[in-house]
Structures are given as C-alpha cells and as structure tokens.
C-alpha cells in the first residue's frame, strides 16, 4: 500500500488543522493506520492510531483531548483532526500502515508515508 500524508502547514497556537493520509494500492479496509511525528532533533513518536474498522483508537498522552483520528475507508483515506495546536506540536507528521491491530511502536508499521510539516507559532 502506497500512502500519503497531507494537510500541514503553518499556523498560530490555538489552531486547528486537519492531516489526511491518502492510501492506495492493497485493500486499505484491512490495515490499521497511525500517526507519527518527529520534532527537529527529536525521535520519531507515536501520536495516534486507529483499528482497520475505525472502532479502536489510541493516542499518546500528549495529545489526547486533541488530536481526533479518524478514517473513510470509502476514500481510502484517515484523518488526523488537531485542535488547540501548541509550538511544542511542531514537527514532520507521518502516517503508516500495518495489517492487523493498531500499535504505538514505530517499527511495528511497514509501510510509511512521506510525512507532511506542521509548523506552530506562538
């Protein structure tokens, strides 16, 4: 499955933004999809990941409230909604996929999108 991340761009704390992670290729019903992200300097950390039907979600602790993940596996297609953007939640976002249950760990996903910047100013 081919994936690709969207939707970033630069705004002003408090903001929102809506990422989307467009896929194609294998049947996308069947993998479960998480986001990723990595500050300048930093690790790449998991920020949330959604079952392949959309029932389950998960996020990490520093965005929960936040950050809504969700999917349209019409649109072959999972969205990542960030409300009340702080400067702290600058980074590269990324989307992966993996078959069967949603994980936290990064090198659980096989396939990845490019990533796509959000930049918060405060």
């Known amino acids: 499955v081919q994936l690709q991340a969207f939707g970033g761009g630069s705004v002003q704390a408090g903001g929102s933004l809506r990422l989307s992670c467009a896929a194609s290729g294998r049947t996308f019903s069947r993998f479960a999809v998480g986001w990723f992200r990595q500050a300048p300097g930093k690790e790449r950390e998991f920020v949330a990941s959604?079952?392949?039907?959309?029932?389950?979600?998960y996020y990490a602790d520093s965005v929960k409230g936040r950050f809504t993940i969700s999917r349209d596996n019409a649109k072959n297609t999972v969205y990542l909604q960030i409300d009340s953007l702080k400067p702290e939640d600058t980074a590269v976002y990324y989307c992966?996929?993996?078959?069967?249950?949603?994980?936290?760990?990064?090198?659980?996903?096989?396939?990845w999108g490019q990533g796509t910047l959000v930049t918060v100013s405060s």
């Open positions: 959604i079952s392949w039907s959309g029932a389950g979600t």
């Open positions: 992966a996929a993996r078959y069967y249950d949603p994980s936290y760990k990064r090198d659980d996903y096989n396939y």
